[in-house]
């Protein structure tokens, strides 16, 4: 996860988001998500007033991946300001854009509704479409869902928008208070350290050739960097390169032999090893349990990108 993924996911677990959220949900009746740019999730899945029709959709793996193809629409569109866009079933969702300065640090995300009723035949050129996707669909399920989604217009989808552009920009003072005060609480040496590490992490990394690159000694560097991160210089790189290779787990056109090189690791053994210890679970086992939810649609436009690792 990198900077702005960090900052998202602490805001999301603040009691200003969470209260703000829970209201949300109970008076308007729809789902509400806060993600970060970069997303290798369906932001509403197992949410609260999720759309029993989603919901379906979800649950397999090609009618998930085009789910995801929507984010990242969504995602290109909403970067400057509130966008509503239509998926090819014909449900409509709003993502508004989390601000700070000039940096899009996240999306306010809600819909998963129909902007008019949906008819017969509508439903029926979805379910066409859908069975030449994904083969094994229950047709009667699938209708009752469709028809069980919610109906909102298009004037009440833009004055939701409005409502969460305002809290948009609570939420942009709230993390510009926690970039602030992370920032006097890290020692430079140590952020560029962290930098340093996620732009090398693919390389072979020593304790010198970091702490040479932040012009600090060995033995001052390891004492800084474990009180400053909460754990020790070697964990940090190991959890980088994880977190990298999660990401390529998500390209299935990749073997597990090329993700563990392509991340820094010198033998497969080693890379397996230390994923299971980071992640709870073989890379296998990580990469069968993604079409339920996490595929990454997103893999053959090659944006790969660094990410921070996770320290909680």
């Not at 890290?186 to 072979?204: N, V, W």
């Amino acid at each position: 996860m990198n900077a702005n993924g960090t900052l998202i996911q602490t805001l999301s677990n603040s009691s200003l988001y969470r209260d703000y959220a829970e209201a949300y949900t109970e008076v308007i009746g729809l789902p509400l998500a806060l993600r970060p740019v970069q997303s290798w999730q369906l932001p509403f899945h197992r949410q609260r007033k999720e759309s029993p029709f989603c919901r379906l959709l979800a649950a397999k793996s090609r009618t998930c991946a085009t789910c995801l193809q929507m984010q990242e629409k969504l995602s290109q569109s909403a970067m400057q300001h509130p966008c509503t866009v239509t998926c090819a079933s014909g449900l409509s969702e709003t993502a508004v854009p989390v601000r700070l300065a000039n940096e899009t640090l996240g999306f306010l995300q809600t819909g998963q509704v129909f902007q008019q009723r949906p008819t017969q035949g509508q439903f029926n050129r979805v379910a066409e479409r859908l069975e030449k996707v994904e083969s094994g669909l229950d047709h009667d399920l699938l209708k009752a869902a469709y028809f069980a989604t919610a109906v909102v217009s298009p004037e009440k989808m833009n004055s939701t928008a409005s409502l969460l552009s305002i809290f948009a920009d609570q939420l942009a003072v709230r993390v510009n208070q926690i970039a602030v005060q992370r920032a006097n609480g890290e020692p430079p040496a140590i952020a560029q350290a962290k930098q340093f590490i996620l732009e090398h992490h693919s390389e072979r990394l020593s304790l010198g050739q970091v702490a040479n690159a932040v012009h600090v000694s060995i033995f001052y560097f390891c004492k800084l960097f474990h009180k400053a991160v909460g754990i020790n210089f070697t964990e940090f790189v190991s959890r980088a390169r994880i977190d990298r290779a999660k990401g390529l787990l998500l390209n299935p056109n990749l073997r597990v032999s090329e993700i563990a090189y392509e991340v820094g690791f010198q033998s497969l053994t080693n890379f397996n090893r230390t994923f299971k210890a980071i992640v709870g679970e073989s890379a296998t086992e990580f990469r069968g349990h993604l079409p339920a939810g996490r595929v990454d649609a997103r893999w053959h436009l090659k944006t790969d990108r660094l990410h921070e690792p996770a320290l909680a």
